[in-house]
């Protein structure tokens, strides 16, 4: 009897070459570019109702404490259903798990459009937060399923981009499509994209069997009891409060930025903020493809806080329309570089068999910072005089290398950490 290799437990129809190592070790595939491409309308979806679903809450009439509860009932929902997903994540076909949450991203976004009351409209946000924990768990361990461990970075890199990608593209489509054909009707704009998720499921040759099913039964074996490592992966925990705490700056800018130059009277173009971002993400992706792989956490963490006190100074000055340019800059370098190296490093340290919970943690602190970041940044706008809004975000700083710090030193072997 032969031992078992990665060939023995890799799809067939993941190598195009016929067992080359060559086409072992190509980036991009097929089935790779359509999980990508799914990974973008998923994203694009949700993050087109980021910015607009409390201006629609407030025309069903909802007040200040319901409109900001309405807007965080996603990412809630979202994280305590998280640990479930990523549990079947790694015991199902992923196939069939994207397929129900791509399914309930559509049923979402067409109930926003029916919805009569707020009460209804709480309804259909839980339910596209259930819908974004299967689909977001799914795709991303899909992905690293079918990526040699020797690209993993630069796998990871370029699904980061087109997560980070997607929610620079989303909340400017919403507000644009808002103001020219209402809230409910951008809203159908999301569900056609929610459809086309759909169908780049559909159309992936690999089914996505678990890891545990192709090495047998006995991979996964033992009763089932109750433990932290069941909900999250414990090794990636401090990742994933890294990147919540690059990540909640970033959030509070995407709900307060029109309050804060209003509040200002910044004569700027604030939506300039998003396309910046995107444009210069998408460049950086492509000349930067192989630092994920080649560069450390340490570097990165280096990086990102620098660029992320330069991108909150330039909020904070806003004194034309190129502090919001180069703050848009500056924002790729903070949390678009950080949202792909700790998705990366996650999958790394777990490894393939618990890159389903690697991936459900890591994705729990985008949930955070997606429900902190404006939540915070309703206090700071509510309480503090304007002018220190963005410069008290700076706090988070410290606090993400006060996380690092220990981590590092308990992987100390590792030189990439």
């Known amino acids: 009897m032969q031992p078992m290799t990665r060939d023995a437990i890799t799809p067939k129809d993941s190598s195009e070459g016929g067992g080359s190592r060559r086409s072992h070790d190509r980036l991009i595939t097929r089935d790779i570019a359509l999980i990508m491409a799914g990974t973008f309308f998923y994203m694009t979806s949700s993050m087109m109702g980021t910015p607009i679903i409390a201006g629609f809450s407030q025309s069903l009439g909802a007040n200040g404490a319901i409109m900001g509860f309405i807007a965080g009932a996603l990412s809630l929902s979202s994280l305590v259903c998280r640990p479930i997903a990523g549990n079947l994540s790694d015991r199902t076909s992923k196939r069939r798990l994207a397929v129900i949450g791509a399914s309930l991203f559509l049923i979402a976004n067409l109930w926003y459009y029916f919805v009569p009351n707020t009460g209804w409209l709480l309804c259909a946000r839980i339910l596209n937060g259930i819908g974004f924990a299967c689909i977001s768990v799914c795709m ?25 990608l997607a929610q620079a593209v989303g909340p400017d489509l919403g507000i644009r499509a808002s103001r020219a054909i209402g809230y409910r009707h951008t809203f159908l704009i999301a569900a056609g994209l929610a459809a086309c998720i759909i169908v780049c499921v559909l159309l992936i040759k690999d089914g996505g069997v678990p890891v545990r ?14 433990h932290l490592d069941s909900l999250f992966e414990p090794k990636v925990i401090p990742l994933a409060l890294i990147f919540m705490l690059f990540a909640i700056p970033y959030f509070a800018n995407q709900a307060f930025i029109v309050e804060y130059a209003a509040a200002k009277h910044a004569h700027v173009i604030v939506s300039l903020f998003f396309p910046c971002y995107a444009l210069t993400l998408l460049v950086s992706r492509i000349l930067l493809r192989n630092w994920f792989d080649t560069k450390s956490f340490l570097f990165f963490m280096i990086t990102g806080t620098v660029c992320q006190v330069l991108m909150l100074g330039s909020l904070a000055a806003m004194a034309n329309n190129w502090f919001i340019v180069f703050a848009g800059i500056a924002t790729v370098g903070a949390y678009g570089m950080m949202s792909s190296i700790t998705q990366a490093k996650a999958v790394v340290i777990a490894g393939k068999a618990r890159s389903g919970m690697a991936n459900t943690t890591y994705y729990a602190g985008i949930d955070l910072g997606m429900f902190l970041g404006p939540l915070i ?9 304007i002018s220190w809004f963005y410069p008290a975000l700076l706090v988070t700083m410290p606090l993400a290398w006060a996380v690092y710090i220990p981590f590092h030193r308990m992987h100390g072997a590792r030189k990439d950490i």
């Open 377 to 385: 940044g309703g206090f700071l706008y509510g309480g503090l005089p």
């Open 213 to 226: 099913e192709r090495l047998g039964a006995h991979a996964g074996g033992g009763r089932h009891r109750l």
């Open 140 to 164: 991303s361990t899909w992905l690293s399923m079918l990526l040699p461990i020797s690209r993993m970075g630069a796998g990871m890199g370029l699904y980061g981009t087109m997560n980070a």
